[in-house]
């Protein structure tokens, strides 16, 4: 039976500025999409299974044949099994190495691709699934807000894909350097736009661009994680995890540093889709909006979103939690604005998290490379304290991996304060520093966006 997907916010009722979406779409048309048309996010109407002893058979095989189970599993009556063999092939021909630091404890490194961020994983395979989906002689034109690696990601992924054009907004104070550069500098089909404000305010531009009809004629699509697209190759991972390392079935404790919610929310899916998650440890930065809800029940978003070292998930009101909700029988709206609360208790029982204060990230970066000699960005290190609390709080050893989502080298300065090292660049990011370009300046302002959109996005190829 074919999935279909919904929005989060099809059950509101008088809401002003919200006319619920009620029906249905494809996959196809939930990517070329991004948002649904009530400013909600898609959602699939049934979640597949997939039988332990199929993953475990992939112990030891490449990593693309992991995705190719998982993208049947979701896609194979809107994609030939061609297509999706190709997809993925072309889309991870690089590395994932799962790097064993202390007992029972591994460290996924998931800054081996192109751009040298997690994201690579989902922009990769959504730019490939994008090509496919394009209406013959039309462009696409994707919006992306960034707090610092989906963006370069994305933009990376999609640079020189014929009729696709990719806008990509940064908060203008709040990426290191080395990310700035990264994104200002992709070229060809693919413009930075850095925004005077905070990455919140990017993501809410990027949000009112969707709702609003009079754009509707440029063919808007996201790369952020409100697109489905970006969710799927997530779930990827965790799944990959698990069938290297686990033995017999056991369960298994993964701690993923959460700003958007996206990558936590892979893991959610990989375990509703079968995978013995024991827990789903969610530690953010300061912005603790998350950890606050599930201690007291009360959801309050955090405005403006705090600035930290982890920057990539400053995020004062993570646009997925309308899809943890969702799952957990709640409505939270892109305002922050609570519906329907979900069931806590369910929450609680296979989720943790904890807000690591910017002392404790910089503390926990020293102690991993003193102990272990193992050099762990702020992201990563905001991951560890986070599972170091869980398993210490509930003296719980049960196999664990945490997620390092960007390559060290991206944040030199803080490791070279904090460490007193240089770390070695990797190639894809040495390219970078040999690139030219500039961003366009923008204010937070709706008008002047949809301005400078207006002015600037084709609609035929």
Not at 180 to 208: E, H, M, P, Y
Not at 306 to 317: D, L, Q, T
Request: charged share 25%; aromatic share 10%.
């Amino acid at each position: 039976m074919s999935i279909r997907y919904y929005s989060t916010n099809r059950n509101l009722e008088n809401v002003a500025g919200i006319s619920p979406f009620r029906g249905s779409v494809s996959f196809k048309e939930a990517l070329l999409a991004g948002q649904a048309p009530d400013e909600g996010l898609f959602m699939p109407d049934s979640i597949p299974r997939l039988s332990l002893a199929d993953i475990q058979k992939l112990k030891g095989e490449p990593y693309w044949k992991m995705a190719l189970l998982v993208a049947r599993a979701f896609l194979s009556d809107e994609f030939s099994a061609e297509i999706l063999e190709n997809v993925v092939r072309d889309a991870y021909n690089f590395p994932v190495p799962l790097e064993g630091v202390c007992p029972r404890v591994y460290l996924m490194r998931l800054d081996q691709g192109p751009t040298a961020s997690f994201k690579d994983f989902a922009a990769r395979m959504m730019a490939r699934l994008m090509s496919h989906c394009r209406p013959q002689g039309e462009r696409i034109n994707i919006l992306v807000a960034t707090s610092g690696d989906t963006g370069s990601a994305a933009g990376e992924a999609f640079k020189g894909v014929a009729g696709i054009d990719v806008i990509i907004l940064y908060p203008e104070k709040e990426v290191s350097p080395r990310q700035k550069k990264q994104l200002d500098t992709i070229g060809k089909n693919v413009r930075a736009l850095s925004v005077d404000g905070k990455f919140d305010d990017c993501q809410n531009l990027v949000k009112q661009a969707f709702a609003d009809k009079e754009m509707k004629r440029f063919n808007l699509s996201s790369a952020n994680s409100i697109n489905f697209g970006r969710i799927l190759p997530q779930i990827v991972y965790y799944i990959y995890a698990y069938a290297q390392l686990a033995q017999g079935g056991e369960e298994i404790i993964f701690s993923v540093p959460s700003g958007n919610f996206g990558n936590a929310l892979g893991c959610e899916f990989a375990r509703r889709m079968g995978l013995p998650v024991a827990k789903l440890v969610m530690p953010t930065n300061e912005n603790d909006e998350f950890p606050v809800f599930l201690e007291t029940g009360k959801y309050k978003k955090v405005s403006p979103s705090r600035a930290c070292i982890s920057n990539a998930m400053n995020v004062g009101h993570p646009s997925n939690l309308a899809r943890f909700f969702e799952l957990y029988g709640g409505t939270v709206d892109r305002s922050g604005n609570v519906h329907r609360y979900p069931d806590l208790e369910k929450m609680r029982k296979h989720i943790y998290s904890v807000s690591i204060s910017e002392r404790l990230t910089r503390e926990t970066m020293i102690e991993i490379y003193e102990s272990y000699k193992v050099i762990l960005e702020q992201h990563g290190a905001v991951g560890w304290a986070g599972l170091k609390s869980y398993r210490e709080k509930n003296a719980d050893k049960k196999l664990s991996v945490c997620l390092e989502t960007a390559h060290p080298a991206k944040f030199p300065e803080e490791i070279q304060k904090l460490l007193g090292l240089t770390v070695d660049v990797p190639q894809s990011l040495k390219d970078i520093d040999r690139r030219h370009g500039n961003a366009v300046n923008m204010t937070k302002n709706y008008v002047d966006l949809k301005k400078y959109l207006q002015e600037n996005l084709k609609i035929k190829e």
